[in-house]
């Protein structure tokens, strides 16, 4: 009973505790329901506020930002305008900038092409003064071989001239034999003639001199052919002594001039801002300044030597003093000028002094000095006519004339180019006319005016101050000439030699100083020949322009073949 009791007792603890629990749980599901509810609600009210909360903010930021936004957009555009301007700027700079470098690239083409032409021609002249060179030697041994024949026919000639006095004593005794055979045949006359002895001496006389007449005639030819000869191996003995005291090369072919840098900076300060520094240089010096990729180096192209001296002398100065723009250029181009005037002045000056001449006038002097800024046909005109004076000088010594009047002469034969402005008269009568006007005497006037024959030679002066300017002008390598010109020259000459009849074949050898002309020999006379040479020569020299002179050589020849089999 008790057990039942202890065991009902469990139950009802378990079911009270079983109760208890399940009442616990329903109330604690409650009042969470009641809890989550609340905090579902109160999550919802907050959640509303912040939602409003959060627009607002949101509507606040946007404006805000709109504004931000329109003002750096604002600001933008600005930017962009600028941008653009600027833009436009660097086009119109860089269409400039293509267009000059355009410019300046045909500019360097074409010089470049003239400079390798150049070249072209230099090697070209070398080549051919390297052939005029050996005829030059040859000619030189053929001169020492003539000297020594002319040594042998001297000795001759004096061994003639001892039998000739010889030959005059014994006709000096002969002729005292016949004076007295003339008196015993003047008493025979008398007495046979019945003559009277003025009447036979008048007779013998008429005789005797028309005896001595003919004799005096063949002696006079005989006289003159030798006073020929002699003149001609006298002239050539002076020209060839001339030509030998005084033999030097004096040619120059330069066209352009190169000024160093000390560092590649100084070629953009010389182009300056768009090229405004170069242009203004080429415009105040008149050269062509050739910045390119050479390293230290800026070219200045002129065909004018004193030019391009004042543009040298410039641009030295520019590049050491640093300070490059157009107000320098001109002041600097100026001071140049200036200075290589009175260089000139005194180069002058020092060249009167060396060839000891005197009382020459200042303008002339400044005209001798200019000339080392001139060049002809390649030779540097005032060591051409300094050679021309000391040829003039040692040429009118060996012929016994005044030297310092031919050093003068031939110092101002050549001073009408540095004073030719145009071409409309030639430079021997300008410089004659300048030479009158600083009263220069007669004698020099003729001889500048007249080395080209343009004028009357009217003294010895002229022609000595002629055949030196052809001396020092002729000499291989004193002049360089183009190849176009050369060849052209040469085809003048066979041309004016085929234009007449009978001409079957003409050659210009020996660098143009001899032509030689094959006739028909049906055609042409071996009379004719020295005619036709005559006519060819002249023509030649009337019809062309060269340097020293040509020989024409015209060759007639029959030839008969067999065959024998």
Same mark, same amino acid.
Not at 368 to 375: A, D, E, F, I, L
């Given at each position: 009973?008790?057990?039942?009791?202890?065991?009902?007792?469990?139950?009802?603890?378990?079911?009270?505790?079983?109760?208890?629990?399940?009442?616990?749980?329903? *109330?604690?599901?409650?009042?969470?329901?009641?809890?989550?509810?609340?905090?579902?609600?109160?999550?919802?009210?907050?959640?509303?506020?912040?939602?409003?909360?959060?627009?607002?903010?949101?509507?606040?930021?946007?404006?805000?930002?709109?504004?931000?936004?329109? #003002?750096?957009?604002?600001?933008?555009?600005?930017?962009?305008? @600028?941008?653009?301007?600027?833009?436009?700027?660097?086009?119109?700079?860089?269409?400039?900038?293509?267009?000059?470098?355009?410019?300046?690239?045909?500019?360097?083409?074409?010089?470049?092409?003239?400079?390798?032409?150049?070249?072209?021609?230099?090697?070209?002249?070398?080549? *051919?003064? &390297?052939?005029?060179?050996?005829?030059?030697?040859?000619?030189?041994?053929?001169?020492?071989?003539?000297?020594?024949?002319?040594?042998?026919?001297?000795?001759?000639?004096?061994?003639?001239?001892?039998?000739?006095?010889?030959?005059?004593?014994?006709?000096?005794?002969?002729?005292?034999?016949?004076?007295?055979?003339?008196?015993?045949?003047?008493?025979?006359?008398?007495?046979?003639?019945?003559?009277?002895?003025?009447?036979?001496?008048?007779?013998?006389?008429?005789?005797?001199?028309?005896?001595?007449?003919?004799?005096?005639?063949?002696?006079?030819?005989?006289?003159?052919?030798?006073?020929?000869?002699?003149?001609?191996?006298?002239?050539?003995?002076?020209?060839?002594?001339?030509?030998?005291?005084l033999a030097s090369e004096e040619a120059e072919s330069?066209?352009?001039?190169?000024?160093?840098?000390?560092?590649?900076?100084?070629?953009?300060?010389?182009?300056?801002?768009?090229?405004?520094?170069?242009?203004?240089? &080429?415009?105040?010096?008149?050269?062509?300044?050739? !910045?390119?990729?050479?390293?230290?180096?800026?070219?200045?192209?002129?065909?004018?030597?004193?030019?391009?001296?004042?543009?040298?002398?410039?641009l030295n100065k520019l590049i050491q003093d640093g300070?490059?723009?157009?107000? @320098?250029?001109?002041?600097?181009?100026?001071?140049?000028?200036?200075?290589?005037?009175?260089? *000139?002045?005194?180069?002058?000056? /020092?060249?009167?002094?060396?060839?000891?001449?005197?009382?020459?006038?200042?303008?002339?002097?400044?005209?001798?000095?200019?000339?080392?800024?001139?060049?002809?046909?390649?030779?540097?005109?005032?060591?051409?006519?300094?050679?021309?004076?000391?040829?003039?000088?040692?040429?009118?010594?060996?012929?016994?004339?005044?030297?310092?009047?031919?050093? /003068?002469?031939?110092?101002?034969?050549?001073?009408?180019?540095?004073?030719?402005?145009?071409?409309?008269?030639?430079?021997?009568?300008?410089?004659?006319?300048?030479?009158?006007?600083?009263?220069?005497?007669?004698? *020099?006037?003729?001889? !500048?005016?007249?080395?080209?024959?343009?004028?009357?030679?009217?003294?010895?002066?002229?022609?000595?101050?002629?055949?030196?300017?052809?001396?020092?002008?002729?000499?291989?390598?004193?002049?360089?000439?183009?190849?176009?010109?050369?060849?052209?020259?040469?085809?003048?000459?066979?041309?004016?030699?085929?234009?007449?009849?009978?001409?079957?074949?003409?050659?210009?050898?020996?660098?143009?100083?001899?032509?030689?002309?094959?006739?028909?020999?049906?055609?042409?006379?071996?009379?004719?020949?020295?005619?036709? #040479?005559?006519?060819?020569?002249?023509?030649?020299?009337?019809?062309?322009?060269?340097?020293?002179?040509?020989? !024409?050589?015209?060759?007639?020849?029959?030839?008969?073949?067999?065959?024998?089999?």
């Amino acid at each position: 009973m008790d057990g039942m009791q202890a065991v009902l007792l469990l139950i009802v603890c378990v079911l009270a505790l079983g109760i208890g629990v399940a009442l616990t749980w329903w *109330i604690l599901t409650v009042h969470s329901h009641g809890v989550l509810r609340r905090a579902r609600e109160e999550a919802t009210a907050i959640l509303a506020l912040a939602e409003q909360e959060s627009i607002v903010l949101k509507e606040e930021v946007i404006r805000n930002e709109t504004a931000t936004f329109d #003002a750096q957009r604002a600001q933008l555009s600005s930017e962009r305008a @600028t941008l653009e301007r600027d833009r436009e700027s660097l086009e119109q700079l860089k269409r400039r900038s293509r267009q000059k470098n355009d410019r300046n690239r045909k500019k360097l083409n074409n010089r470049h092409r003239r400079l390798n032409k150049k070249q072209e021609l230099l090697n070209e002249g070398t080549q *051919i003064i &390297e052939i005029l060179q050996t005829e030059s030697d040859k000619a030189l041994r053929d001169s020492e071989r003539l000297s020594k024949h002319l040594e042998k026919i001297l000795n001759t000639a004096s061994k003639k001239l001892s039998s000739i006095d010889a030959q005059k004593h014994d006709l000096d005794s002969k002729q005292s034999r016949l004076e007295s055979l003339i008196q015993d045949r003047l008493r025979k006359l008398e007495i046979i003639s019945d003559l009277t002895q003025d009447e036979a001496r008048q007779h013998l006389r008429e005789e005797l001199l028309e005896k001595a007449q003919e004799d005096i005639a063949l002696e006079l030819i005989e006289l003159q052919d030798q006073a020929d000869i002699t003149a001609r191996d006298h002239a050539h003995n002076i020209v060839l002594t001339t030509m030998q005291r005084l033999a030097s090369e004096e040619a120059e072919s330069n066209s352009v001039s190169v000024a160093t840098i000390p560092s590649e900076d100084v070629k953009g300060r010389v182009i300056g801002r768009e090229g405004r520094n170069i242009q203004a240089f &080429e415009a105040a010096t008149g050269v062509d300044l050739l !910045v390119d990729d050479t390293p230290g180096a800026i070219v200045i192209s002129s065909f004018d030597p004193y030019r391009r001296e004042i543009a040298l002398r410039a641009l030295n100065k520019l590049i050491q003093d640093g300070r490059i723009h157009p107000g @320098t250029i001109e002041r600097f181009v100026a001071n140049a000028e200036k200075n290589l005037k009175s260089e *000139i002045r005194h180069l002058g000056e /020092r060249t009167l002094l060396d060839l000891k001449l005197r009382g020459m006038h200042k303008e002339l002097v400044s005209i001798v000095g200019k000339m080392k800024y001139r060049t002809s046909y390649g030779q540097n005109l005032l060591s051409h006519s300094i050679q021309v004076a000391r040829l003039c000088s040692i040429m009118a010594s060996e012929m016994g004339l005044n030297t310092q009047i031919a050093r /003068r002469a031939g110092l101002l034969h050549d001073i009408g180019k540095v004073l030719q402005e145009s071409f409309d008269r030639s430079h021997a009568l300008v410089g004659m006319d300048y030479c009158k006007r600083f009263k220069e005497s007669l004698d *020099i006037c003729n001889a !500048v005016g007249s080395h080209h024959d343009e004028i009357e030679m009217t003294s010895l002066y002229a022609p000595i101050v002629q055949i030196c300017d052809a001396i020092s002008g002729a000499r291989p390598g004193a002049r360089n000439i183009r190849r176009d010109e050369y060849i052209e020259r040469l085809q003048d000459m066979e041309a004016i030699a085929m234009s007449f009849d009978g001409v079957t074949l003409a050659y210009a050898i020996q660098g143009g100083r001899e032509l030689r002309v094959i006739v028909e020999y049906g055609k042409v006379s071996d009379v004719g020949t020295r005619e036709l #040479a005559v006519n060819i020569s002249s023509r030649i020299q009337n019809e062309l322009t060269y340097p020293g002179q040509v020989d !024409v050589t015209v060759i007639r020849e029959l030839r008969k073949t067999s065959t024998a089999k």
